[in-house]
């Protein structure tokens, strides 16, 4: 089997001639499960050096050795986009995730609004979704996803040159569209089943870089407005050319 098709993020550096041993838990899945053997290829990145080829040199059932033999593809950043969203039901908080890598968001942060359900997120699983979502979809970079924070506290330390896409379900049906605004670095809000509280509201409008946008004349579930909000933001501002 020559043809690459398997694609695994490692923790390692990626070059010509590197050699790169893999955990306990890759060497599983590429010898135990997909039936890989010493001389396969497969594709390797890892967030700085691109997409490297990279052959099996050594395989066990608990660990072995790859080196790389050519890169791929160099690496791609996304845009300077933070997906910034209240935590929901799990399997949809993962799905967000899941999105957010594969739309290209540059980091994923979840926030505790005043209505937000869950007061607690597993990041190290929320990252690893991360992670299998930038394996799949080809993608050289993997979305940093970061721990549950206060929306209050971000707002309230908010970067001065970041833009904000605030998706307001209060603007449902109204005619408020991102427009004619710049790129560079930017963040997109997405609100908790609840939606936002009216002192949030009033804080977000009072945020000189905040933009008010509204998704079409439908209330979306919070997962459905993830994704369409990085799909404008993308089509106007990001890397869809
Ligand atoms: N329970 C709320 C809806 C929350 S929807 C209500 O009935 O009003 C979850 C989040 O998705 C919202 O906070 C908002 O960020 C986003 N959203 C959903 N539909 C939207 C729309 N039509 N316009 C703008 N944002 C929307």
Not at 125 to 149: F, I, K, W
Request: proline share 5%; net charge negative; aromatic share 6%.
């Amino acid at each position: 089997m020559k043809d690459a098709k398997v694609r695994l993020y490692v923790e390692h550096p990626l070059g010509a001639g590197q050699s790169v041993p893999l955990e306990r838990d890759q060497a599983h899945y590429l010898f135990g499960v997909m039936r890989l053997s010493v001389g396969a290829h497969i594709l390797l990145f890892n967030g700085t050096d691109g997409e490297w080829r990279a052959e099996v040199v050594q395989a066990g059932k608990r660990a072995g050795e790859l080196v790389c033999v050519e890169q791929t593809k160099p690496l791609q950043m996304p845009p300077d986009l933070w997906l910034i969203f209240a935590p929901i039901k799990k399997a949809r908080t993962d799905f967000i995730v899941e999105k957010a890598a594969e739309m290209g968001a540059a980091r994923i942060m979840p926030v505790q609004t005043e209505f937000t359900n869950s007061e607690r997120i597993r990041q190290d699983r929320l990252q690893a979704h991360a992670v299998e979502a930038a394996e799949q979809c080809g993608g050289t970079y993997v979305p940093e996803v970061t721990n549950l924070q206060k929306l209050d506290k971000l707002l309230a330390e908010w970067p001065e040159e970041r833009q904000l896409m605030f998706c307001d379900e209060a603007e449902v049906g109204s005619a408020k569209r991102l427009g004619a605004a710049e790129g560079g670095k930017w963040a997109i809000l997405i609100g908790p089943e609840g939606g936002f509280s009216p002192a949030e509201r009033k804080r977000l409008h009072a945020h000189p870089q905040t933009h008010v946008v509204a998704l079409g004349p439908r209330i979306l579930r919070a997962d459905t407005a993830a994704v369409a909000a990085m799909t404008i933001w993308q089509q106007s501002l990001g890397d869809w050319v």
